[in-house]
């Protein structure tokens, strides 16, 4: 069990605005604004959602936005569309355990 | 363009080793701090090691920590990873990623296909 905390599944409509919570520890997720989001959809790699917590890479949709209070990493998703349907994962160091991808979000598109 | 072709997967018996390889092409690999990652069937991701544009500085899983070494040949734009004492909890897709701002911040912008591995008798 990661040390990072995710929901197991969210699910939304076409259209609509979900959030995925990844909750730590002040050791970790809590200590600066280093999170990262992956998207992973089926059989391929991760790909890079976001990055020092509320950065977006070049190319990756505004719909995508990271937030972060406390120990907790969020990444919002406006906007669903079909094709966001995919497993997500939070990253971060810690200083307890080193490494950490949280265990990962499948989200549904309804 | 940016790439990242893992290679040296295969079928191993428990206890055994292999090498895997990491050619990166489309930017100077040598600028860059490099991981491997892992991904378990049907599990999710798990960190695995980092090493410095350089070379110098290393970084394990506990997991894997006295099994498996990182190292880079930056003249042939390669990073490896060699695993040793292999047992079935090795069995994943290994990929190699880019990490662009140095590992406290754990961002990787670029990863390859990954190469699957599979530990059994």
């Known amino acids: 069990q990661s040390a990072l905390t995710q929901p197991r599944s969210v699910s939304g409509s076409p259209g609509h605005s979900l959030t995925i919570s990844c909750t730590g520890a002040?050791?970790?997720?809590?200590?600066?604004?280093?999170a990262s989001w992956y998207q992973q959809h089926p059989g391929k790699a991760p790909k890079l959602l976001m990055y020092?917590?509320?950065q977006r890479p070049s190319g990756v949709p505004d719909r995508f936005s990271g937030s972060r209070s406390g120990n907790t990493a969020s990444l919002t998703i406006s906007g669903l569309q079909s094709e966001d349907e995919a497993d997500y994962y939070c990253?971060?160091?810690?200083?307890?355990?080193?490494?950490?991808f949280g265990g990962g979000t499948t989200l549904t598109v309804l | 363009q940016m790439q990242l072709v893992e290679s040296g997967g295969g079928l191993v018996k428990p206890g055994g080793s292999l090498r895997l390889s990491c050619a990166a092409s489309?930017?100077?690999?040598?600028?860059?701090?490099m991981s491997w990652i892992r991904q378990a069937p049907g599990k999710g991701l798990e960190w695995l090691s980092y090493?410095?544009?350089?070379?110098?500085?290393?970084y394990y899983a506990d997991s894997v920590q006295g099994r498996f070494t990182i190292s880079r040949d930056n003249a042939k734009n390669s990073l490896h990873l060699q695993m040793n004492s292999l047992t079935a909890e090795d069995t994943a897709i290994y990929y190699c990623?880019?990490?662009?701002?140095?590992?406290?911040?754990?961002?990787?912008?670029?990863w390859g296909q990954g190469t699957t591995v599979t530990v059994s008798s």
């Open positions: 002040s050791s970790d997720v809590g200590g600066d604004n280093y």
């Open positions: 990253f971060s160091y810690s200083a307890t355990h080193g490494w950490l």
């Open positions: 090493i410095s544009s350089s070379g110098s500085t290393i």
């Open positions: 990623a880019r990490d662009p701002w140095g590992p406290w911040r754990g961002g990787m912008d670029v």
């Open positions: 020092d917590v509320y």
């Open positions: 489309g930017f100077s690999f040598s600028d860059y701090y």
